[in-house]
């Protein structure tokens, strides 16, 4: 079989070690007619495979691999996962996955995942128009592993056992995973603001432009020109920087603009 000849999926990951996950995974089975696939232990339906692990996600680092060598080629992975959240705020989330210095959980110290803006920014608009009463539906930053060099997501629910068990949620989510598409116009990196990267979402969702990597004020300590350049080969589709002006440091500022300057990137600020 030839590169040409090869069938790409995109694989819905499930771990047995997260209850959210299995919820969406069970939820998606129930309403969507997913078979046996050729591989063991794996569903198919419509160009998506269901991957089961009993590993933890953060813990699927070169998952694209594993995938491979059991004869599945992935062209997107989406993970399903619960979200978690201190303030146990109700949320549906998309984020890209990569450690913008150490690597606290998962993945490894400065390496982020190749993120997949068109996808990811398509969920999350399909989840907007499908709001779910009480839950917040937004971006995160950059965060966590584990680390993937081909386009993956994650997509949460959180985040106690009634936000993950709510039916409206898990229909918003499945909806969001099984539409999900890429429009082909390529992807900006967010630069700036909170972990929830609120001004960066509303562009989003308003403007239809898509995002991939998003990188917070708070990891800007760590931010250096290597790791940024590193987030753009890994931004499929890379145009340019979506930047919260005023949630943004000076010198990464600075950075961000004489990076886009010198390589003819959009730059757009908010």
């Known amino acids: 079989m030839t590169e040409s000849d090869k069938i790409l999926h995109k694989v819905l990951v499930e771990s047995g070690q997260d209850p959210s996950s299995k919820s969406i995974s069970a939820y998606i089975i129930e309403h969507y007619p997913f078979h046996p696939g050729p591989i063991q232990g794996t569903l198919t339906y419509n160009g998506y495979v269901i991957y ?29 996962s619960k979200h978690s959240s201190q303030a146990k705020i109700k949320s549906l989330t998309v984020h890209a996955m990569g450690n913008i ?39 995160e930053a950059t965060h966590h592993g584990p ?65 991939g990597h998003i990188l917070s004020k708070h990891t800007h300590e760590f931010l250096t020109v290597d790791l940024l350049k590193q987030c753009m080969e890994r931004t499929k589709g890379f145009r340019g920087f979506l930047v919260d002006w005023k949630g943004t440091r000076g010198p990464i500022r600075e950075m961000v603009r004489n990076i886009a300057s010198e390589g003819s990137f959009e730059l757009i600020s908010i």
């Open 101 to 139: 210095g150490e690597a606290l959980l998962g993945g490894f110290p400065s390496q982020v995942s190749t993120s997949d803006p068109g996808n990811m920014s398509s969920a999350l608009r399909i989840m907007r128009n499908n709001p779910v009463e009480g839950f917040n539906i937004t971006f």
């Open 52 to 80: 089961r692990s009993q590993e933890r996600h953060l813990n699927m680092n070169g998952l694209e691999e594993t995938l491979a060598k059991l004869g599945i080629e992935a062209s997107t992975i989406i993970f399903l």
């Open 147 to 211: 680390l993937v060099k081909i386009p993956s997501f994650f997509i949460e629910i959180g985040t106690e056992k009634e936000d993950w068990e709510n039916r409206s949620a898990l229909e918003t989510v499945s909806k969001a995973v099984l539409n999900c598409s890429d429009d082909g116009k390529g992807g900006f990196i967010g630069i700036g603001g909170g972990h929830y990267s609120p001004k960066i979402t509303e562009y989003a969702v308003s403007s239809g432009i898509n995002v």
